[in-house]
């Protein structure tokens, strides 16, 4: 489920560009006046920085609970799915196995007969395959349905986190190269999720 990172992403990089332009649209000039605006846009820039935090977003999806159980619910249909196709597909070949030896032996009673079997074969072969292409689609159309859900999860806890902390942004640490640790709370917001997830669960 490597792509519930690049949805979660799209929720947090957005701020990142106006980020960036706070920090390189000022200008360096010679004279008093220039310092000092200058030094006055530095000092603004670093009470704006108290209102910024990020997330490492590989890191709460290793520690998040509920990404455990949806990756676990998903990988136990999945083997459910393949261990049924296979099933399937182990009968069709032993019944082809008992038509090669019916050819190489002469048993069948007619011409027909054989190609009767053969087309009758060659069916059930069209069909497992479209059936291994119809479990293919379902599994991605769940694990789709699956990544919605922690999405969803996700962005409606940080909208409820930030009410009281008031954070004007909250990044992903995947988008930038370098953030002071003191700004991540990835430990703060993990914990936070699989608290109030945990509550649900014993309800």
Do not use: P, W
């Amino acid at each position: 489920m490597k792509k519930i990172s690049v949805i979660i992403n799209v929720i947090l990089i957005i701020a990142v560009a106006a980020l960036f332009v706070m920090h390189f649209t000022g200008k360096n000039g010679c004279s008093n006046s220039d310092s000092k605006k200058n030094a006055k846009k530095d000092s603004l820039l670093a009470n704006v920085n108290d209102d910024i935090a990020y997330i490492k977003v590989d890191s709460l999806l290793s520690n998040y609970k509920f990404y455990d159980d949806l990756e676990a619910k998903l990988m136990e249909k999945q083997k459910g799915m393949e261990a049924d196709l296979n099933k399937k597909m182990a009968a069709f070949e032993k019944e082809a196995n008992e038509f090669q030896k019916k050819v190489q032996n002469n048993s069948f009673l007619s011409q027909e007969s054989a190609q009767r079997q053969e087309q009758e074969l060659m069916q059930k072969q069209q069909n497992l395959y479209k059936l291994r292409d119809d479990l293919t689609l379902e599994l991605q159309k769940e694990g789709q349905n699956l990544e919605l859900q922690l999405l969803d999860t996700v962005s409606n806890f940080l909208k409820e986190f930030n009410k009281d902390r008031k954070y004007r942004y909250i990044l992903n640490s995947g988008s930038f190269l370098y953030g002071n640790e003191g700004l991540d709370i990835t430990d703060t917001i993990t914990s936070l999720l699989n608290s109030r997830y945990q509550s649900k669960e014993t309800k």
